[in-house]
């Protein structure tokens, strides 16, 4: 503890920090006749990827492009994919290529990424042409053209695998469902607007925030009963008191630590506009003591205030 209590609004922003860890990452681009069917390719590309606990990879939908953003000047989708490998990653990214946007109406798809080890875009799914593909190069670049039934599918041989960081979070505590909920909205809202990150849970948000390890020996986490209400007073600690009814997570994964750090910056600041008044009483982020992961994003310095008081006792 750093001996200072800080409050924005009414609410506590804990003198903790969030612990990430280092990935695997990449951006592809789809884009489609119109935005609709590239946004239909980009959710079943990123569906079940949530956590690479059980997912394989934690995948999400970036942002919307124009056709001026693209390379075939058409309405697209930027999506970001991570893994714990590039191995991994370069499996998850094929399977998903071709079952999600190769199969969509009109969809062609690009790397995102210029720089990082290069792995198969179209390389493979070309043979999907049963020998009608062809490929044509365009400034050093190969891209695919697959003969499909309404016209060609179009896809980049490769795109780039780069470092990147998961697991950065915040934990929003609140008097209750309403107010939690309405705070991790604005947060993730916030949060969407920036570059080079998601948040791979459904509406960027997580209830089942996990802890490492489980008394069942074929779990590697389990619930995280220190920040869940139904178990105070039960479980041998708790960080919550009577009335914080409800808790809620957001993780970032980001393609370098300093987007991870503006996106929780954004998040906080979002929460902190609700404040307590709304029913936001603390924020605070999962760690595992600085033992397991190299990122370390302290709540603190990333506060968008420096409004506090010290500990005990007036400012």
């Not at 987007?259 to 506009?273: D, I, K, Q, S, W």
Request: aromatic share 6%; with cysteine; glycine share 12%.
């Amino acid at each position: 503890m750093s001996g200072v209590e800080l409050h924005i609004n009414g609410t506590l922003i804990d003198d903790s920090f969030a612990e990430a860890f280092p990935m695997k990452a990449t951006r592809i681009v789809i884009t489609a006749h119109n935005l609709v069917w590239a946004r239909h390719a980009a959710v079943a590309a990123t569906g079940f990827a949530t956590s690479v606990i059980a997912c394989g990879c934690e995948a999400g939908i970036e942002r919307e492009l124009g056709a001026e953003e693209t390379p075939d000047g058409r309405p697209g989708v930027s999506l970001l994919l991570f893994a714990m490998s590039g191995k991994e990653l370069a499996k998850q990214l094929e399977r998903r290529v071709g079952q999600c946007v190769l199969t969509c109406p009109t969809t062609a798809v690009y790397a995102g990424l210029r720089e990082g080890e290069a792995v198969p875009l179209g390389k493979n799914l070309r043979f999907f042409g049963d020998g009608w593909q062809t490929s044509k190069v365009i400034n050093g670049i190969r891209y695919w053209r697959v003969p499909v039934m309404d016209g060609e599918f179009v896809a980049q041989e490769t795109t780039a695998v780069t470092k990147g960081v998961g697991g950065g979070n915040l934990l929003l505590l609140a008097t209750d469902t309403e107010a939690a909920l309405a705070a991790a909205e604005a947060a993730v809202a916030a949060m969407k607007q920036l570059p080079d990150v998601i948040m791979p849970f459904p509406g960027g948000v997580v209830r089942s925030g996990s802890k490492v390890g489980s008394k069942y020996p074929a779990l590697m986490a389990s619930t995280n009963d220190a920040f869940c209400p139904s178990l105070v007073g039960l479980a041998k600690r708790t960080e919550l008191d009577a009335s914080t009814r409800c808790v809620m997570e957001i993780v970032i994964d980001g393609l370098t630590e300093a987007a991870v750090a503006r996106a929780m910056t954004a998040g906080m600041a979002a929460g902190l506009e609700i404040g307590a008044a709304g029913g936001l009483l603390r924020i605070s982020a999962g760690n595992y003591g600085g033992k397991l992961g190299p990122y370390h994003f302290h709540l603190h310095k990333l506060c968008p205030s420096n409004e506090s008081v010290a500990l005990g006792g007036a400012a």
